[in-house]
Nanobody
Framework: QVQLVESGGGLVQPGGSLRLSCAAS????????MGWYRQAAGKQRELVAV???????KYADSVKGRFTISGDIDANTVYLQMNSLKPEDTAVYHC????????????WGQGTLVTVSS
């Protein structure tokens, strides 16, 4: 069974930094991309950042210049460095992996809570 596990969330003051980590394990092969999504209370889940195998990256407008996604797809790991955190960044952050050869599948982690508050 495929499993994604996030870590690194917690409570941080505005302007602070956190680094989230995600590791995929189990019967998972041929990962094509990994990324981060978040869902704040009362809001829909949104894409934060994604990194395909080719190394290109995509970020939500709200986090550009503050967040950086990186990782080693071959090692089934991905990170999210979050700087200059704002209260509006408060959300549950979920790791996502897309994998397969012809038909792709997705796997999601259970999430890690990031709370930005003074």
């Amino acid at each position: 069974q495929v499993q994604l596990v996030e870590s690194g969330g917690g409570l941080v003051q505005p302007g602070g930094s956190l680094r989230l980590s995600c590791a995929a394990s189990g019967s998972i092969f041929n990962i094509k991309a990994m990324g981060w999504y978040r869902q704040a209370a009362g809001k829909q889940r949104e894409l934060v950042a994604v990194i395909p195998r080719d190394g290109s990256t995509k970020y939500a407008d709200s986090v550009k210049g503050r967040f950086t996604i990186s990782g080693d797809i071959d090692a089934n790991t991905v990170y999210l460095q979050m700087n200059s955190l704002k209260p509006e960044d408060t959300a549950v952050y979920h790791c996502n992996a897309v994998f397969g050869v012809v038909t792709y599948r997705e796997s999601w982690g259970q999430g890690t809570l990031v709370t930005v508050s003074s």
